[in-house]
């Protein structure tokens, strides 16, 4: 009964994990699939392969669901997607080249630090660590997988939300394949040759530890502390404090129409320029702030609003349906059609501010 229920339990888990961001989806997917496979190969008992089957189609299928969600069709219509095989190739070649772009003198220099102090702690364990070749080529496939769906669907991989993704996994994939080397080399090491093997590594973590610390004080001036200390007695942080409090208090006075600001003049290097923008709404109708739903493929090149509730908006009594537009995506159970082309229709001018992230509808004159 408690089985039972730690197996629901965690198939709802593997269902959520699933349906999450793709890549970290894929990745669980795959790998959930090898473990299955390996029970079912070391002959673990049989309630324990289903539960590993079961978990694995579970993630599957909140895969499956993600990917069939009717958004994406909206998000992916004016984007250039790779072929399947292509994609994979494609993934294999910048997983490489990033693994090559990422390895500098301090990643080596950890390497070096924490090798003799991984087969120090692996000694004795019992477990013997077989087929390190194979286990590194597994792990570089799953590295790999990351960049599948990006370039699958958006043909390219350089989707900086996922930066810090790659890098994650990037190091999980080098010290993680560091551990495991080292314990296969444990495993090999003579005896009689312990007391010396020791003495060796505890010199080449000395190394690697004086290495870290030099690399990382060469690269000081590049750490976030560094540049945050600079930003703390920096001008431009006096200069963005002063724009806001004046931003600030414009957008609390209710006696004037909501303010509409463009970027701010100077900030603090730490700073994301992207979150530095004010703005109270994205869409202004006549000058009029409006609650206008609408759904942006990507980089903003074309704005999709749903018909029914546009038409509704606007007052028009035109017979309009999806035929009339040149594109239409079913969102919610109804037609979201192109923004611009509806305005056209109904008598409105559209334009897209980028400096104050607004789209402007205008009465034709």
């Known amino acids: 009964m408690l089985f039972g229920l730690r197996l629901v339990l965690a198939c709802a888990g593997c269902f959520f994990v699933g349906g999450g961001n793709y890549s970290t989806a894929l990745v669980f997917v795959l790998v959930s699939a090898v473990f299955t496979v390996l029970a079912l190969l070391r002959r673990v008992p049989r309630h324990i392969a289903a539960a590993n ?15 069939a969600a009717p958004g994406n069709a909206v998000r992916q219509a004016r984007l250039e997607q790779l072929p399947p095989f292509t994609a994979i190739f ?19 220099a950890g390497l070096l630090l924490t090798i003799p102090l991984f087969l120090l702690s692996v000694r004795g364990s019992g477990y013997r660590f077989r087929l390190p070749l194979l286990v590194l080529g597994g792990s570089f496939c799953a590295f790999a997988a990351l960049y ?11 989707v900086p ?35 010396k093997g020791r003495r060796v590594l505890g010199t080449l973590a000395g190394v690697g530890g004086a290495a870290l610390l030099v690399a990382l004080c060469c690269r000081l001036e590049e750490g976030n502390a560094y540049l945050a200390y600079q930003d ?32 701010i003049s100077d900030y603090p290097v730490c700073f994301p320029v992207n979150q530095l923008l004010t703005w109270t709404s994205d869409v202004l109708v006549d000058g009029v702030p409006a609650d206008l739903p609408c759904y942006y493929t990507c980089g903003g090149e074309v704005t999709y609003v749903g018909l029914e509730r546009a038409l509704s908006f606007f007052h028009s009594g035109k017979p309009l349906d999806s035929s009339n537009f040149s594109a239409t995506f079913r969102i919610g159970g109804e037609f979201c059609v192109p923004l611009r082309e509806l305005c056209n229709w109904l008598g409105y001018t559209v334009t897209y501010d980028v400096t104050i992230d607004t789209i402007s509808i205008v009465t034709t004159a």
Do not use: K
Not at 148 to 158: E, F, I, K, R
């Open 90 to 108: 494609r993934s294999f070649q910048q997983a490489g080249q990033d693994i090559a772009a990422m390895t500098d003198e301090t990643v080596l």
């Open 53 to 67: 089957l079961l978990m694995t189609l579970s993630a599957a299928a909140g895969l499956v669901v993600s990917m």
């Open 232 to 263: 703390l007695h920096s001008p431009e942080l006096s200069a963005y404090l002063q724009e806001r409090e004046s931003r600030l208090a414009l957008s609390e006075d209710h006696t004037t129409p909501p303010p509409r600001f463009a970027a």
């Open 161 to 195: 939300r996922m930066e810090n993704l790659f890098w994650l996994a990037y190091v999980f994939l080098v010290f993680g394949n560091g551990f495991y080397l080292a314990g296969w080399l444990s495993c090999r090491l003579s005896a009689e040759h312990s007391e």
């Open 148 to 158: 599948t769906p990006p370039l699958y669907a958006m043909g390219v991989s350089a």
